[in-house]
């Protein structure tokens, strides 16, 4: 977690160009996986309206595209215009009707949608890059309808000490010097101080609680290396 916005959307906008590839490599490809497992538990559905918060290069709006079919809409939100502009270009999947995705720049702190406008919501790897968290959830019960449920996945602290030094090791002797070959260790290197900071899974449940959701769950994933919580407002 990162406290200065401008400096989060720096990164960014710096990492866009490879970010999908470094994703795949890195992740071996099981981030889409994860990502899949968030769309389900959003419960999106044909002719769903749905919200993908720091959609990044689109990965997530475009799977929820999938479901919610060519009677839905899908908005993909991000303050990064570079990762915006290569989710633009991405081309739609060949099989089955899907609604075009509005792309949209802005704060996920301050959404520019009306109360209650939103069947369900994704966010990837977003919320531990936010500057305030409490605020971020608040936003997002405010745009969610009754009833309605968001999945957050992202990158976590595990709780056992073994896996907790695997990660380490992992984005120490693999994740920064493939990033350092691209020019991007500083970009690359935040993470590891990031996931300290971040909210554990339980302290994320209690802040959903506090944002007014009245059913929340974090499941652990990988080890607890990732997580994904789902809310319900």
């Not at 992740?27 to 389900?40: E, Y």
């Not at 559905?45 to 060519?70: E, I, P, R």
């Not at 704060?107 to 369900?120: G, R, T, W």
Request: charged fraction near 20%; charge should be neutral.
């Amino acid at each position: 977690m990162i406290d200065d916005s401008t400096e989060v959307q720096a990164i960014f906008n710096k990492i866009a160009p490879v970010y999908d590839q470094l994703n795949d490599l890195l992740s071996l490809g099981i981030h889409k996986t994860w990502k899949q497992m968030a769309v389900m538990w959003s419960e999106a559905s044909y002719g769903s309206t749905c919200l993908d918060l720091c959609c990044g290069s689109g990965d997530l709006a475009w799977m929820l595209a999938k479901f919610v079919g060519s009677t839905g809409q899908v908005f993909g939100v991000d303050f990064s215009v570079e990762q915006l502009a290569i989710a633009r270009k991405r081309q739609p999947p060949l099989l089955g009707k899907i609604s075009p995705i509005d792309w949209v720049e802005a704060d996920v702190l301050s959404l520019p949608f009306a109360d209650n406008y939103f069947d369900c919501a994704t966010m990837g790897y977003g919320l531990r890059n936010v500057s305030d968290i409490p605020l971020c959830l608040q936003e997002l019960y405010r745009v969610l309808k009754p009833n309605a449920k968001a999945a957050i996945l992202d990158m976590h602290r595990p709780s056992s000490s073994a896996v907790r030094g695997f990660q380490k090791w992992y984005l120490d002797t693999v994740v920064v010097p493939v990033a350092r070959n691209l020019g991007l260790t500083k970009e690359y290197a935040y993470i590891s101080p990031s996931l300290t900071k971040f909210p554990t899974g339980l302290e994320q449940v209690n802040l959903a609680y506090q944002a007014g959701f009245v059913n929340c769950k974090h499941y652990p994933i990988f080890g607890g290396m990732m997580g994904i919580l789902v809310i319900t407002k």
